[in-house]
């Protein structure tokens, strides 16, 4: 399976591992911090896109992981990175 579009964002997703789709604002160090929280968390990057309607607008990243996702995660993401809106986790079968 191949994730080509989501909600009218260009993007292209295996589904193979584990993905987060974030909503959150178009602000400068967001995949910055985001990427931090993921290293220092243990998790690897597999392949990561963004998108974004506008400078300064709604915005979405999409992160394939290597390891597996508990829930704790989004709870913790959230909380450190409060400019995101929503998290959604596709976990793999």
Known sequence: MEVQEFDEYPFKFSGE??????RHSDQKGVIAELSDILYQKGFNIARMANERSKINGAAITICEIDNAIEDTLLTSLKRE????????????M
Not at 17 to 22: A, C, E, M, N
Not at 81 to 92: F, N, R, Y
Request: cysteine-free.
């Open 17 to 22: 591992r584990p993905t987060l789709v974030i």
């Open 81 to 92: 990175i409060p400019i995101i809106d929503e998290i959604v986790l596709v976990q793999t």
